[in-house]
């Protein structure tokens, strides 16, 4: 959102001058507080930034697909985009959403409590990723995730060989 200069120009456009500081660095107090208690400026969002998204994905795949044996792609909205579908694998994280909210409040603590929930709630919820995943890990700090991740990387690495 930083360094693709049409999407800045969009997002500009579509939100104002205030959506970059003076830096150039993106305002997220201001976009999310504008944005998240507005489902249509959400998806205003959304259209501007999933292609961007999409094309910088592709180009990071062209790069690194010759040089290991899978890759990672991690994004918060995999289902709701539908970008899941170019997928081999759906791999879910689960957490209680307790935790998950003390998470995204120790991570951003401009944010407020009622603002991820509403954010939390125009998502899938965890039982649907769940149905629709190949894999689940649980990162509920009462069963260590460092395993699991082990346990599916190695699992992978014979799907792939």
Do not use: C
């Amino acid at each position: 959102m930083e360094e693709s200069q049409s999407l800045r120009e969009g997002i500009r456009a579509a939100f104002g001058d205030n959506s970059y500081n003076q830096e150039g660095a993106l305002n997220r107090e201001y976009l999310a507080n504008l944005v998240f208690s507005d489902s249509i400026k959400v998806q205003e969002l959304n259209k501007l930034v999933h292609p961007e998204v999409a094309m910088d994905y592709l180009a990071w795949v062209d790069i690194w697909s010759s040089q290991a044996p899978y890759l990672v792609k991690e994004a918060a909205l995999l289902i709701e985009s539908g970008s899941y579908l170019k997928l081999d694998y759906l791999v879910t994280v689960t957490a209680p959403l307790d935790l998950r909210i003390t998470r995204v409040l120790s991570r951003d603590p401009q944010r407020e409590r009622k603002q991820i929930e509403s954010i939390i709630e125009r998502q899938l919820s965890d039982p649907k990723r769940v149905e629709i995943s190949d894999f689940v890990l649980n990162n509920d700090e009462k069963q260590m995730l460092i395993p699991q991740v082990l346990q599916l990387h190695s699992k992978f690495i014979g799907l792939v060989s």
